[in-house]
Every structure is written in structure tokens, then in C-alpha cells.
């Protein structure tokens, strides 16, 4: 379609974040541009490591930051953890538990003694998450990011209002500071002050930025990968291991399919009046009354593709913590079989029906 923009849409999920490096990784192997990027928390990083860099080196440039979080190998700090909590990576996940991430954040050392003593705002977290704007800043070329090459959004929540904030570079300049906002989830990470207003992640409101693109009232046609961390159908929990992780699936999915669904209906709503105002006799077109009712229709069709990591074995409720090289490098593999298998099916490129306003293409099961 030769109007048609290509939009990628990353939810949170912190170390899972490197399944959609691999599938931006794939995209532009197979030269597909994105002309805008939403993300949320681990979402809006990686957003900004592709909107912030020129096409040929960004995902160099992603595979860098993701590199650079791998923790140094070394002993359990707990002797017997492993055994105990049987857990394939344990060493890895408590490691960064007790020392953070380097380059990300650090343990705010008392942080956990009194969590009723009074702190400043930027201390109200266990870890600090100060690393990261350095990092920022090493990895994303914020001018660039600003020159208008590719359009960014990154979503928080304003936890002085309950709302959610969206900062777009279409409407202002994006700094480390806006995609701090976005990953700054409590009650690990403390709030990011901005003009004033202290926002924390936005996966507190919504994990899954979808309505930021939907309700931009874009007058174009759309193709959208959106890309969730999160499998809201796992299997049923067998321990009660598994039932703190099928809890965190469930809801850091922050209800993608429902959301998906409710909008397809909306969009083909707004394409069905279109083709029955212009089946109407000309007269009865013209009529003031009817106008209002007439520009609520649309003739633009939005294609998703809706990308879902599953689980690898051993996952468990804090997969979103593991940031091991080897753990990293299978998401990141996960992540461009996935979009390979999406761009070889191509199942927007089917003639659609007429009354269609937005369509939904899930990935097949592999048999």
C-alpha cells in the first residue's frame, strides 16, 4: 500500500525485552522500514535504541546494550539456592536481585530496613536507577532520535494524577530522562521527575501500548507488529512456582486480546459508516444533521500482527530478571524465528472484505 506506515509496538517485560530486538533484527534484514516505534518500559529501551540510530548501525547498537547487561559469572552469593529454589539460572536471577545490573541499577543499600522512613522521591525504590541514563546516553543518539527520522513514543503513568502520559517525539524532545519514566517500576525503581510531574512505568496503567497507535486518529493505512513479552495462555500452574508465574503472565498481558478485539470493532464500525454514507443518495449526504455521523467514518484498514514470545523451558517467575548471556541469546533467536515465520505467511497481503477496518493476524502453532 503506498500509503501505507509501518508501526512496531513493544510491550514491557524487562529482560524478555531482547525477543523484540531479534524481531527488529529480522524486519530489517528482510528491508522492512518502521516509520514509528511505541514502547513501555523494557519496550520504550528498545525503542529508543532503534529511533535513536541511524538505520545501519542500529542493531549493533542493540546488540551492545543487551551485551552489556549479561552479569560477570561468578558463585552463588546464598550457598544452596540453587538446589532449593530449582532453578535453572538461579545463580544469574539472585545475582541480580543482590547486586543489580551493571549499567542499568544498583541496590540502594537500606533501602529494605525501614520502608516507612521518610525518603526523596528519587530514593522511593529499592534499587537506583541513575546507571541507566548514562547507558542511555552511550547507546541512543538523542538528536538523532529527535531529528524526525522515525517517530517515538514511549508511555508512563503520572502518579500524581493516575494517568496515563504518553511522550511522542512528534509533539516534543525526547531525553534519557522520558525513557527512564517509561522503565521506572515500583517498588524496584523510584519515580522520574519531569517539569514537576513524577511518573513511574507505564506498565502500572497498560503494559501493551497498542491504543497509543489506535488512538492517534492516524487518517493512513497501517501495518503493525506488535510484540508481546507476555503469553497470557501458558498452561495451568503445578506448583505454586508456577502459579506466581502464570499470575505475572496474566497480568503483565495487560489484556492484549480483549484490547485487540474491542478495537477491531471500533475500526470496522468506522469503515461501515464510510460505505454506507456512500451508498446514500446525494441529497441525503448533504444534510447538515448527517455530517457528524458521516466523518466518523474511515476508509483506512490497519493490519496487526500480533508477535507472542512463548515460554522457554525452566522459565519462572523471574524470567524478567535473567539477564544471562545465554538466556538473552535464545530470546533474541525466538524473536527473529518468530517474525520469519510472520513475514514468510504475509497474511496482510490477502484481498480483505470490504467492511474491514482492522485486522488481526496471530502467528500459527508450529506443529
Known sequence: MPQQDTVLILQGGGALGA?????????????????????????????ALIAGNQPEARVAQLQAFWNSLAPAPGPSMWPGMHAWMNLPNSVATFGTLLNGVEGFFKPRIGASWDIHAKVDLDKAGFYDTSPLKATLEKYVDFDYLNSGAMRISVCAVDIDNGQSAVFDSAKQKIGPEHIMASGALPPGFPPIEIDGRAYWDGGVYSNSPLEVFLEANEKR??????????????????SIADALSRYKNIQYASRSAEQLLVHQRLQDLQRAIRVLAKNLPPAARQKEELQPLIKMGCDHTINVVNLIMKALP??????DIDFSAETVGKRWQAGIHDCRRALRHKAWLQPLPPHAGLIIHELPQEE
Open 314 to 319: 525452566g522459565d519462572n517467575v523471574f524470567k
Open 19 to 47: 525477543y523484540q530486538a531479534g524481531v527488529y533484527q529480522n524486519l530489517m534484514e528482510h528491508h522492512t522500514p518502521v516509520d514509528w516505534v511505541i514502547g513501555t518500559s523494557i519496550g520504550a529501551i528498545n525503542s
Open 221 to 238: 493505512d497501517a501495518l503493525c507488529f506488535m510484540v508481546d513479552l507476555w503469553d497470557a495462555t501458558e498452561n495451568r500452574p503445578e
